[in-house]
């Protein structure tokens, strides 16, 4: 956990805190005060008002730290200087900023104005002795721009680290009453550092109340998302940033689920499988067209008859690979696999180039969003096609499929009769309706069955004969 500098005038600040909390304790009067979680315990703090002038946005804040990326040039100095104006008005650009594109002012954010604008700040914030925001950095930030003149606070102990810092904004946040949620990424990135501060996976499902499987998952696409953005970087040094995935939560959580599967299978079809999906995602397509995305046959099957050669690995990197430390060797990429990786990095890098608004040349921009609408449009063919032969499959299944359930009810219906006898139970009357209406049913099964299939197997032999026999008599 790095520890940030003490910002400016801090020390007046702080002995203006204990100023205040002395008169509030001298008080005769109701005193306000707010309770936090910490260390498992409940914490009581007394809430004073102190200037909103000399409150410092949260430089650690976890609400927007995927967003920091959003400007690298400005992120940068924010590293360096926390507490400077430039830094302090960009955090509060990026409170007010739509999490998956910071381009765009959150309706949330509006939304809080306008409570704030008609019933006031009806619950308190949380600052440290040095007046930096640990719960409460976008009211901070409407409040501002309503033009108030201070803000009621919650004061935490004088002692408190970094480390409880973070704890305290974390349990808040996980709390069920809590009225704005983390982004996806920020929700990750909370989880990576609580397992960078030594818990365990069953720990930290506790605190974020999940299932331990659900924080596995959610480490697994962080990495994968990590991997994708250092392979995003071409030569021109253009790159993604996590931002660029938030809007991809469901689509993630899908390919992960499908990958496991696959992988217990093939693990070469589920990397080729994961390479494809993960490159549709990137092209924006949506949940309902990646799921044509079975497994790797996609790409041999439906890809390669609409996408150029040239994005197709030449050779694949089939000399072996030895492991650093152990002397074992493995093998490289087969075909498949090298061109899926191709397809993949060109995609990545293809948008990261056309989005890159200061350091590509505006002719290499150009010539990469070509190159990205290029093979968006061999994916949407391929996924047409795809999408098409699965309704086909589904259409010929969907007979079958409605027989074999019938089954089932069937034979869940002979233990439902045997039970009904026993008790004696068993309304004769209406189960001899009910075998009327299956043997009509029977009947028309038949029909429609000896008008489409051409060489009956043993099963449409017998429904065929059983329906002419029940027609002689």
């Given at each position: 956990?790095?520890?940030l500098p003490?910002p400016p005038?801090a020390?007046?600040?702080?002995?203006l805190?204990?100023?205040?909390?002395?008169?509030a304790t001298?008080?005769?009067?109701?005193?306000?005060t707010?309770?936090?979680?910490?260390?498992?315990?409940?914490?009581?703090?007394?809430?004073?008002?102190?200037?909103?002038?000399?409150?410092?946005?949260n430089?650690?804040?976890?609400?927007?730290r995927?967003?920091?990326?959003h400007?690298?040039?400005?992120d940068?100095?924010l590293h360096?200087?926390?507490?400077?104006?430039?830094s302090?008005d960009y955090?509060?650009f990026l409170l007010?900023?739509e999490?998956?594109?910071?381009s765009?002012?959150?309706?949330d954010f509006e939304?809080?104005?306008e409570?704030l604008?008609?019933?006031?700040?009806?619950d308190?914030?949380l600052?440290?002795?040095?007046?930096?925001l640990v719960n409460?950095?976008t009211?901070?930030?409407a409040l501002?721009?309503?033009?108030?003149?201070?803000?009621?606070v919650?004061?935490?102990?004088?002692?408190?680290?970094?480390t409880?810092?973070n704890a305290?904004?974390?349990?808040?946040?996980l709390?069920d009453d809590h009225r704005r949620?983390?982004?996806?990424?920020?929700r990750?990135?909370?989880m990576?550092e609580q397992?960078?501060?030594?818990?365990?996976?069953q720990?930290?499902?506790?605190e974020?109340?999940?299932r331990?499987?659900?924080?596995?998952q959610e480490?697994?696409?962080?990495?994968t998302?990590?991997e994708?953005?250092?392979?995003?970087?071409?030569p021109r040094?253009?790159?993604?940033?996590?931002i660029?995935?938030?809007?991809?939560?469901?689509?993630l959580?899908?390919?992960?689920?499908a990958?496991?599967?696959?992988?217990?299978?093939?693990?070469e079809?589920?990397?080729?499988f994961k390479?494809?999906r993960?490159?549709a995602i990137?092209l924006?397509?949506?949940?309902?067209d990646?799921?044509?995305i079975?497994?790797?046959?996609?790409?041999?099957?439906?890809?390669?008859?609409?996408?150029?050669?040239?994005?197709?690995?030449a050779?694949?990197?089939?000399?072996?690979?030895?492991?650093?430390?152990l002397?074992?060797s493995?093998p490289?990429?087969?075909?498949?696999?090298?061109?899926a990786?191709k397809i993949?990095?060109?995609?990545l890098?293809a948008?990261?180039?056309?989005?890159?608004l200061?350091?590509v040349p505006?002719?290499?921009?150009?010539h990469a969003g070509e190159k990205?609408q290029q093979?968006?449009k061999a994916?949407d063919?391929a996924l047409?096609?795809?999408?098409?032969?699965?309704?086909l499959r589904?259409?010929k299944q969907l007979?079958?499929?409605?027989?074999?359930d019938?089954?089932?009810?069937?034979d869940?219906?002979v233990?439902?009769?045997v039970?009904?006898?026993a008790?004696?139970?068993l309304?004769?009357?209406?189960f001899?309706?009910a075998?009327v209406?299956?043997?009509?049913?029977?009947?028309?099964?038949a029909?429609?069955?000896?008008?489409?299939?051409?060489?009956?197997?043993?099963?449409v032999?017998w429904?065929l004969?059983?329906?002419?026999?029940e027609?002689?008599s």
């Amino acid at each position: 956990m790095r520890e940030l500098p003490t910002p400016p005038g801090a020390a007046a600040l702080s002995e203006l805190i204990k100023k205040r909390l002395a008169e509030a304790t001298a008080s005769k009067g109701t005193r306000e005060t707010v309770t936090v979680e910490w260390n498992q315990q409940p914490l009581h703090v007394e809430v004073i008002d102190l200037p909103l002038s000399r409150l410092y946005f949260n430089p650690a804040t976890h609400r927007i730290r995927a967003q920091r990326s959003h400007d690298p040039q400005r992120d940068r100095a924010l590293h360096e200087d926390p507490y400077s104006t430039q830094s302090q008005d960009y955090l509060k650009f990026l409170l007010q900023a739509e999490p998956k594109n910071p381009s765009r002012r959150d309706p949330d954010f509006e939304n809080l104005k306008e409570s704030l604008q008609g019933f006031g700040q009806t619950d308190p914030g949380l600052v440290t002795h040095e007046g930096i925001l640990v719960n409460g950095n976008t009211r901070a930030a409407a409040l501002r721009e309503l033009g108030r003149q201070s803000m009621r606070v919650g004061i935490l102990p004088e002692s408190f680290t970094w480390t409880d810092i973070n704890a305290i904004e974390l349990s808040l946040q996980l709390r069920d009453d809590h009225r704005r949620e983390y982004s996806y990424i920020n929700r990750m990135l909370a989880m990576e550092e609580q397992a960078g501060l030594g818990k365990d996976k069953q720990a930290i499902a506790k605190e974020f109340r999940v299932r331990k499987e659900t924080v596995e998952q959610e480490r697994w696409i962080l990495s994968t998302i990590r991997e994708q953005i250092k392979r995003s970087q071409g030569p021109r040094g253009a790159v993604l940033t996590l931002i660029d995935f938030e809007d991809h939560q469901e689509k993630l959580k899908e390919l992960h689920r499908a990958y496991e599967k696959l992988r217990a299978v093939d693990q070469e079809q589920a990397d080729v499988f994961k390479e494809l999906r993960l490159a549709a995602i990137t092209l924006g397509f949506a949940k309902t067209d990646v799921r044509h995305i079975e497994d790797g046959a996609f790409q041999d099957t439906y890809l390669r008859k609409e996408l150029p050669e040239v994005f197709f690995a030449a050779t694949a990197d089939e000399d072996a690979v030895t492991v650093p430390g152990l002397g074992v060797s493995i093998p490289g990429d087969t075909d498949v696999l090298a061109s899926a990786r191709k397809i993949h990095d060109e995609v990545l890098q293809a948008k990261a180039e056309a989005k890159d608004l200061s350091g590509v040349p505006d002719d290499d921009r150009k010539h990469a969003g070509e190159k990205f609408q290029q093979v968006w449009k061999a994916f949407d063919g391929a996924l047409d096609k795809a999408g098409r032969s699965a309704r086909l499959r589904k259409r010929k299944q969907l007979a079958p499929a409605r027989l074999a359930d019938a089954c089932a009810d069937i034979d869940q219906c002979v233990v439902d009769l045997v039970q009904a006898r026993a008790s004696r139970a068993l309304d004769e009357e209406a189960f001899d309706d009910a075998v009327v209406n299956l043997r009509e049913s029977l009947r028309k099964l038949a029909h429609q069955a000896g008008r489409g299939i051409r060489n009956p197997g043993s099963g449409v032999s017998w429904l065929l004969e059983a329906a002419s026999m029940e027609d002689i008599s």
